[in-house]
């Protein structure tokens, strides 16, 4: 028997067994290696906080809507960080694919069946440790924000939010050729942010971020600014922080209502723009030449290549029989937690 993630209600996770499957024609068997939790959108299932748990998002006309929600309790294999060896393959498919890693979206589970043209381009590069293959999507995520923040070189770029997906957006607009500001509240976030290449790292507690980055730009304000927290207080400081017409780029999944947006300030008199950035779509002028494979692999090259740094993201590795443990460590937010990730090795 194999095993699952179940959320049972608000803040219940459970290992429970899962028979296993066997490929049929076409299909490969993937035995998961890491799993790794993401802190944001999975955090919302694992808490009931999910708009797709209160409301049906209607496909056709793209709103959430009265009626049945669109998930319910119990919740079993969430989770789209995912790296597996493929361990066996069913009729017409290579046998040279057996022993391949592969990366993807498949929950947290021990094993997916997945078709042979699913995997093929999700291979995993060369890496420095299989377990980075985790990023693929998170990564994707990341990019696509600078993506959608057109960074261009000797722009002054501020990231709110020094999480998992800000820490790889941070090391991207720097790639891009941007001075990189990074806001958050954590110390060892903001300290992890400036020895991966960020310019500088600011507490909004203690620094006025928008007078800041003012001051580094000569009155003008930072050219564009990415929020990937989901706090509603940091996008209305990086709608202050950017200059007169310019961007800023919400990629946080925010919750709840956001009273402290005040849109009749900065907002209004500086003629902002605020681009949502979101992984089901690419902006309409790349959309005929990214999607979201290419941002992965694109993330997970980078990686191999040694230009992007995501392994010392990985905070705390935990064997996935002890999954609830590792839901409640990320719920409670210690500042030493960053990327926690679930290991199958052990079977």
Known sequence: MGHLVRFTSPRNAEVIEQPYARPAVGEVLIATRYSGISAGTELTAYRGTNPYMSHRWDVDSRLFVE??????????????????EITEVGEGVDTELIGRLVWGAW???STAIRTAAWVEPRMMPEANDDAVGIFAKIGAIALNAVLDADVHIGETVV??????????????????GAHVVVVDLVPERRELALSLGAHEALDPRQTDVATRLKELTGGRGADVAIEISGSY?????????????????????YQGGGTQIRLG?????N???????????VAPS???RWDEIRMSQTVLNLESSGRLQLAPLVSHLIDAREAARAFEMLDEAAS???????????G
């Open 67 to 84: 009626g049945q929600p669109t998930h319910s309790y119990p919740l079993d294999g969430w989770g789209y960080e995912e790296v597996g």
């Open 107 to 109: 929950g947290h589970r």
């Open 233 to 253: 207080q940091a996008l209305h400081d990086a709608v202050r922080s950017v200059a007169y017409s310019s961007r800023v780029v919400a990629a946080g999944f």
């Open 336 to 346: 030493d937690v960053l990327q926690v990730v679930l290991d199958y090795r052990a």
């Open 159 to 176: 990231v709110f939010g020094a999480g998992v997906p800000g820490q790889i957006v941070s090391q991207l607009a720097r790639l891009n």
């Open 271 to 281: 003629r902002v723009a605020v681009v949502g950035s979101q992984i089901s779509g």
């Open 265 to 269: 300030e900065e907002f209004h008199h």
């Open 286 to 288: 790349l959309q005929h």
